[in-house]
């Protein structure tokens, strides 16, 4: 008997699940094949409906399918990806419990892992900007904007801080960042209704785009019909400019113009999956994975790319394929077939699938929609897009399930429940632009910071005259005698240079302090040598 093929895919969404459902397929009753998929999480999100779960529109589990249910013929390995062997044609995973590696070995490798969002070189965004990729993102959002919420409405004494927890700020025009948009301002707008002292013209949501119009991907006369409904809903757009930095309190565009805020949502950059990025194989400019148009990568037989890591030739224009989930969809069925016939014989097709058209929600029951080239608007292309993904959703029990809570959505407010998933905000780095007080003399402490970059001004203020106390750059920290003495800060901290910090808060403090004595005693120490300069500087 003939030793058996193994097929690996790399990636668990629409490329690499229906890569894997199609392969399912075509081994039927056979056994001359197997199928392993790897992918970090071991479920499949259906991505088109993700910005619903920002309102609680559908449950956060609706658009959520286990992997080894939907594919019962294939291997499914939840793990990351470490690396890939391309001489040797291994595959190596991450350890789980115990630190041992595991390696995989393949006679066909599927790369469909997909886009991440890269905030590499960007100031501040790594820090302090929300990416909307995956269901922790949404997840994530959604109990940050109930909590700004929650804090705005108690918030009497403070009204910068207050205007800056009602202020979101989206940054990207696209079809994902219009979705984003239109859900969180429809979600806000509605839930505030609950909060006493929060008023409709309290809110502030901001879209910026780079471009003149929103949702390039479609013809002008839909994307200017999408902007003057979010208009008119309340979205502010800033057109032809684009994010250039963040703060944990402002947005910064590159035309100078700041925009206070705690919720900052960023749809782009977005950029190949890191791993594809170490592998030696043709790729373009942005880093994506040269493939033919039989979705083989360039020079190589049995290794295959799609979906958004793979640059694939659209049959009908001298162009590429969009990063859909219905050309995903295909891909994934051409890879199979190729698949298949490189192992047991036979003719390889072409991927010849031109894209039946593009919808995108703009929120109270309304959309866009460019289908077979006849544009649709308003409510008639709303519920095409409710009916098409609901087809699309896999499995009949699941389309049920958001069937029934689109139709429960026309009667019942939205939940307003923040789930706490977190028992600590933990340690993290933060980014602060010149001018920018990372604390304020007489607030309470709740974090020591190290530098990593940049400079500050320690600065204490009597009688309403500011002085000098000292300069601080990389490798040093302040913000640990609040701690120690626990009591309210004794100086103003200002950014007088790009800075990055690390963010220590006071529960791992403690935990650092106590465990480490001498580490506990050079604070002490550090703290009397700084009170000996003050008053020094005071008699001065």
């Given at each position: 008997?003939?030793?058996?093929?193994?097929?690996?895919?790399?990636?668990?969404?629409?490329?690499?699940?229906?890569?894997?459902?199609?392969?399912?397929?075509?081994?039927?009753?056979?056994?001359?094949?197997e199928?392993?998929?790897?992918?970090?999480e071991?479920?499949?999100?259906?991505q088109?409906?993700?910005p619903?779960l920002?309102?609680?529109t559908?449950?956060?589990?609706?658009?959520?399918?286990?992997?080894?249910?939907l594919?019962?013929?294939?291997?499914?390995?939840?793990?990351?990806?470490e690396?890939?062997?391309l001489?040797?044609?291994?595959?190596?995973t991450?350890?789980?419990?115990r630190?041992?590696?595991?390696?995989?070995?393949?006679?066909?490798?599927?790369i469909?892992?997909?886009?991440?969002?890269?905030?590499?070189?960007?100031?501040?965004?790594?820090?302090h900007?929300?990416?909307?990729?995956n269901?922790a993102?949404?997840?994530?959002?959604?109990?940050?904007?109930?909590?700004?919420?929650e804090?705005?409405a108690?918030e009497?004494?403070?009204?910068?801080?207050?205007k800056?927890?009602?202020?979101?700020?989206i940054a990207?025009?696209?079809?994902?960042?219009?979705?984003?948009?239109?859900?969180?301002?429809?979600?806000?707008?509605?839930?505030?209704?609950?909060y006493?002292?929060i008023?409709a013209?309290?809110?502030?949501?901001?879209?910026v785009?780079?471009?003149?119009?929103?949702?390039?991907?479609?013809?002008?006369?839909?994307?200017?019909?999408?902007?003057?409904?979010?208009?008119?809903?309340?979205?502010e757009?800033?057109l032809?400019?684009?994010l250039?930095?963040?703060?944990s309190e402002?947005?910064?565009?590159?035309?100078?113009?700041i925009?206070?805020?705690r919720t900052l949502?960023?749809?782009?950059?977005s950029?190949?999956?890191?791993?594809?990025e170490s592998l030696?194989l043709?790729?373009n400019?942005?880093?994506?994975?040269?493939?033919?148009?039989?979705?083989?990568?360039?020079?190589?037989?049995?290794?295959?790319?799609?979906?958004?890591?793979?640059?694939?030739p659209?049959?009908?224009?001298?162009?590429?394929?969009?990063?859909?989930?219905?050309?995903?969809?295909?891909q994934?069925k051409?890879?199979?077939?190729?698949?298949?016939?490189?192992?047991?014989?036979?003719?390889?097709?072409?991927?010849?699938?031109?894209?039946?058209?593009?919808?995108?929600?703009?929120?109270?029951?309304?959309?866009?929609?460019d289908?077979m080239g006849?544009?649709i608007?308003?409510?008639?292309?709303?519920?095409?897009?409710r009916?098409?993904?609901?087809?699309?959703?896999p499995?009949?029990?699941?389309r049920l399930k958001?069937?029934?809570?689109?139709?429960?959505?026309?009667?019942?407010?939205p939940?307003?429940t923040e789930?706490?998933?977190?028992?600590s905000s933990?340690?993290?780095?933060?980014?602060?632009?010149?001018?920018?007080?990372?604390?304020?003399?007489g607030?309470?402490?709740?974090?020591?910071?190290?530098?990593?970059?940049?400079?500050?001004?320690?600065?204490r203020?009597?009688?309403?005259?500011?002085?000098?106390?000292?300069?601080?750059g990389?490798?040093?920290?302040f913000?640990?005698?609040?701690?120690?003495?626990?009591a309210?800060?004794?100086?103003?901290?200002?950014?007088?240079e790009?800075?990055?910090?690390?963010?220590?808060?006071?529960?791992?403090?403690?935990?650092?302090?106590?465990s480490?004595?001498?580490?506990?005693k050079?604070?002490?120490?550090?703290?009397?040598?700084?009170?000996?300069?003050?008053?020094?500087?005071?008699?001065?």
């Amino acid at each position: 008997m003939a030793e058996r093929k193994r097929v690996v895919i790399l990636g668990g969404g629409f490329a690499g699940v229906y890569a894997a459902k199609y392969l399912e397929k075509s081994l039927g009753n056979k056994d001359d094949f197997e199928i392993i998929l790897l992918s970090k999480e071991n479920y499949f999100v259906f991505q088109p409906m993700l910005p619903e779960l920002i309102s609680g529109t559908i449950g956060l589990l609706d658009i959520v399918c286990p992997l080894r249910p939907l594919l019962p013929k294939t291997n499914v390995q939840s793990r990351e990806v470490e690396s890939i062997d391309l001489v040797a044609q291994t595959v190596t995973t991450s350890h789980g419990f115990r630190a041992k590696p595991h390696v995989i070995q393949y006679d066909h490798l599927v790369i469909a892992l997909g886009n991440v969002t890269d905030f590499r070189g960007m100031r501040g965004l790594p820090e302090h900007a929300m990416p909307f990729k995956n269901l922790a993102d949404a997840i994530h959002l959604r109990n940050h904007v109930i909590r700004a919420l929650e804090e705005a409405a108690i918030e009497v004494e403070d009204e910068e801080l207050r205007k800056q927890l009602l202020t979101f700020v989206i940054a990207g025009g696209g079809f994902s960042g219009v979705e984003v948009a239109a859900e969180l301002n429809d979600f806000v707008r509605t839930v505030a209704r609950s909060y006493r002292g929060i008023k409709a013209s309290d809110i502030r949501v901001v879209l910026v785009h780079s471009q003149g119009r929103i949702l390039p991907e479609v013809s002008e006369s839909l994307g200017n019909f999408a902007q003057k409904i979010l208009q008119k809903r309340g979205v502010e757009l800033m057109l032809n400019t684009r994010l250039d930095a963040a703060t944990s309190e402002h947005a910064i565009l590159a035309n100078g113009q700041i925009i206070p805020t705690r919720t900052l949502v960023s749809t782009v950059p977005s950029s190949p999956h890191p791993l594809v990025e170490s592998l030696a194989l043709p790729k373009n400019k942005a880093g994506k994975l040269k493939a033919k148009n039989t979705l083989a990568v360039e020079g190589f037989k049995n290794i295959w790319a799609l979906g958004d890591c793979a640059l694939v030739p659209e049959p009908f224009t001298e162009g590429f394929c969009p990063p859909t989930a219905q050309h995903a969809i295909r891909q994934g069925k051409t890879v199979a077939h190729n698949i298949v016939a490189s192992m047991r014989g036979g003719s390889q097709l072409a991927f010849d699938f031109g894209g039946l058209g593009k919808m995108g929600s703009l929120g109270h029951h309304c959309a866009v929609a460019d289908i077979m080239g006849l544009n649709i608007s308003g409510f008639l292309a709303f519920a095409m897009w409710r009916a098409i993904y609901l087809m699309k959703l896999p499995g009949w029990g699941r389309r049920l399930k958001v069937a029934t809570s689109w139709a429960l959505d026309f009667f019942l407010p939205p939940e307003l429940t923040e789930l706490k998933l977190a028992a600590s905000s933990g340690i993290a780095e933060q980014h602060y632009e010149p001018g920018e007080e990372v604390f304020h003399q007489g607030e309470l402490g709740d974090r020591m910071y190290i530098i990593l970059a940049g400079r500050a001004d320690v600065i204490r203020t009597d009688n309403g005259v500011e002085r000098v106390l000292a300069q601080l750059g990389p490798g040093e920290y302040f913000g640990e005698m609040a701690l120690l003495q626990k009591a309210t800060r004794n100086a103003t901290i200002r950014c007088t240079e790009p800075m990055n910090t690390l963010s220590i808060p006071q529960k791992e403090f403690n935990v650092l302090s106590s465990s480490l004595p001498q580490l506990k005693k050079s604070f002490e120490q550090k703290i009397e040598t700084r009170e000996e300069k003050s008053a020094a500087t005071k008699v001065g």
